[in-house]
């Protein structure tokens, strides 16, 4: 027998769930969340303190922008946003300099986006404005900031939404929640516990019915919960996944116009900053950019923990799928030692502790986040609205400039709770 109805079922435990059900439970509505996992916070994974030094996020790490929903809640968990600063650096192979390969292009690009109407995918803006050889670095480095900061494909990829990012060079501001991101999914989780909120844990949702007038939400292992709404706030490839009413189905499908990318990252503590030593001038660095394997570093900057964080988004990340963590890891030990010009034996001596994950591989996420192509502002209007039992919420739906992001999650969720308040 199915067990007793529950007003609203949320499908995953992520940001957007809890931030939904937190918000619900408060205006006096009985919820349960199904989440997959053994864990809450879906695409954010706090890794134990004791392996890299601090609690060191496996997943989402970054506050991106002014962010008002976390910090928001940052304040009112007690906890502490940290604005970090320093030096983005490039290796061209040869040398390391503090200058983009877009720089010297700067106020030609910048000029092209400004007054652009029409939105078209990166690959057709690059093709129109800035085609031949004369252009060749510049194409480069818009192609590698695509797939690198947004893990999007600049061949499906909107201009018009990536303008913002391209005329504040990107890192504009770039901020991290003291202690990681764990301690806000925690701070939410207890409050969805306090408030009644019935949180179960591996929990797949298989498929979800209309039944009698109410809604009837399947697990894998033979669960069933009757409910009166349901909100699905999972990964947009798991969409696909779950079986839906023929309305939802319908709505779903314009997921298809909204782009959705991988990501590979690597943790490596190390005994010491060696990278400071053997090069003094880069003890200001934040970022390293390169077109080695892993092309992308970054340090625990400001704190002084003798971490780097590798990174690599996008299409081209499927050139490693064949690789497990052990692999990914010695990617990234390789593409360091080619950097720096030492063997890799002697990086890997330093090595203390080491975390990898390939987002894609991952059964409960099939990827990082999602990312604008110049149809998606509609497919999102469409996802967003409040029209039937079945209501789908996340990341990907937020409209703001910040899509793909933890604040994107939290907003997509609040905004969701209160339509069905207000409703």
């Not at 009112?76 to 503090?98: K, N, P």
């Not at 933890?406 to 069905?420: F, H, K, N, W």
Request: proline share 6%; with cysteine; aromatic share 8%.
């Amino acid at each position: 027998m199915p067990d007793k109805p529950n007003h609203i079922v949320i499908v995953g435990a992520g940001a957007a769930g809890l931030m939904a059900a937190r918000v619900l439970a408060h205006g006096g509505r009985r919820v349960a969340i199904l989440e997959a996992r053994e864990r809450c916070g879906g695409r954010i994974h706090p890794l134990p303190a004791s392996r890299f030094g601090y609690p060191a996020d496996g997943g989402a790490e970054f506050v991106h922008g002014e962010a008002p929903v976390t910090r928001g809640l940052v304040r009112e968990a007690g906890l502490t946003v940290r604005t970090i600063g320093g030096a983005q650096w490039s290796f061209d192979g040869t040398t390391f300099s503090r200058e983009s390969p877009r720089d010297p292009y700067d106020e030609q690009l910048h000029a092209a986006v400004k007054d652009l109407t029409e939105d078209l995918t990166v690959a057709e803006f690059l093709r129109r404005h800035f085609a031949g050889p004369d252009y060749a670095r510049l194409r480069h480095a818009v192609e590698r900031m695509v797939e690198g900061y947004d893990a999007a494909d600049p061949a499906r990829a909107s201009t018009l939404a990536l303008r913002d990012e391209w005329m504040n060079d990107g890192h504009a501001t770039q901020a991290r929640i003291d202690g990681g991101y764990g301690g806000l999914i925690d701070f939410l989780t207890a409050q969805c516990r306090k408030s009644g909120v019935a949180i179960r844990f591996g929990a797949v949702v298989t498929t979800i019915e209309e039944d009698g007038g109410r809604v009837a939400v399947r697990c894998a292992g033979g669960e069933v919960q009757l409910c009166d709404r349901v909100i699905v706030t999972v990964p947009l490839p798991l969409l696909r996944e779950i079986a839906l009413p023929p309305a939802a189905r319908a709505k779903a499908a314009a997921a298809d116009d909204i782009g959705f990318g991988s990501v590979i990252k690597i943790l490596l503590r190390f005994t010491r900053p060696w990278w400071r030593e053997r090069r003094e001038e880069l003890a200001d660095m934040l970022f390293l950019l390169s077109d080695e394997t892993i092309p992308v570093w970054w340090t625990r900057r400001p704190d002084q923990h003798p971490v780097l964080t590798g990174w690599f988004g996008g299409p081209r990340t499927a050139e490693l799928s064949h690789l497990d963590p052990r692999g990914l890891i010695d990617a990234g030990i390789s593409s360091l030692a080619a950097i720096f010009g030492i063997p890799r034996e002697e990086i890997a001596r330093d090595l203390v502790a080491a975390e990898a994950a390939n987002w894609a591989h991952d059964p409960f996420a099939r990827g990082a986040y999602s990312w604008a192509t110049p149809r998606t502002r509609a497919a999102q209007e469409r996802l967003a609205r409040a029209d039937g039992p079945v209501l789908f919420s996340g990341e990907a739906l937020y409209r703001g400039r910040d899509m793909g992001t933890v604040e994107a999650a939290l907003a997509s969720g609040l905004e969701t709770a209160e339509m069905i308040l207000r409703g």
